[in-house]
T-cell receptor
């Protein structure tokens, strides 16, 4: 069973701090990795994706991928109370069907 | 470009009834995936359709079925509803461009189903 694991949290950080969210995956052949944000009662919205080892930055968000360690993370710099949400990690596997496997999400609370 | 739309947004049914949910993907997207989301269970994958063909299927009973039409719109049906089917049902569309490995999914607002 291919899995994606995330710490459920809640992760609590003060406003202005860096929030670090982690995700590990079991399928070594996984090719692409996605971070989604989901506010309570809303549907998930895409923050960013990454498919090459290293860092990818988009505004206050940085995704980090280490395929050797099967680990992907999301850093949120200068965290704001509006960043308080559940963050979902999704991994697309290898093969023709390239099924998307989802983690259960990490709840983030940014305290003013 | 309009986003993914789902109808209805809210639905209340009783046990034993059946329900049909509808999803219209982003224009030009040919892949539609369906998910069930309940507290504590996360996103549970139901099925994925591409060009009217089911490409992937999750571990749900046969009471859950779906289809996709030639215009890429998709429907899912749940027959003989059970209390445990109460959930947020999400539809996501993707372009699934050939050769692209990222093909991110974009979600609709969801249909909140309550089974009494």
């Amino acid at each position: 069973q291919k899995e994606v694991e995330q710490n459920s949290g809640p992760l609590s950080v003060p406003e202005g701090a860096i929030a670090s969210l982690n995700c590990t995956y079991s399928d070594r052949g996984s090719q692409s990795f996605f971070w989604y944000r989901q506010y309570s009662g809303k549907s998930p919205e895409l923050i960013m994706f990454i498919y090459s080892n290293g860092d990818k930055e988009d505004g206050r968000f940085t995704a980090q991928l280490n395929k050797a360690s099967q680990y992907v993370s999301l850093l949120i710099r200068d965290s704001q109370p509006s960043d308080s949400a559940t963050y979902l990690c999704a991994v697309r596997g290898a093969g023709n069907n390239r099924k998307l496997i989802w983690g259960l999400g990490t709840s983030l609370a940014v305290n003013p | 470009k309009a986003g993914v739309t789902q109808t209805p947004r809210y639905l209340i049914k009783t046990r034993g009834q059946q329900v049909t949910l509808s999803c219209s993907p982003i224009s030009g997207h040919r892949s539609v995936s369906w998910y069930q989301q309940t507290p504590g269970q996360g996103l549970q994958f139901l099925f994925e359709y591409f060009s009217e063909t089911q490409r992937n299927k999750g571990n749900f009973p046969g009471r859950f079925s779906g289809r996709q039409f030639s215009n890429s719109r998709s429907e899912m049906n749940v027959s003989t509803l059970e209390l445990g089917d109460s959930a947020l049902y999400l539809c996501a569309s993707s372009s699934l461009t050939g050769g692209a490995i990222y093909n991110e999914q974009f979600f609709g607002p969801g249909t909140r189903l309550t089974v009494l």
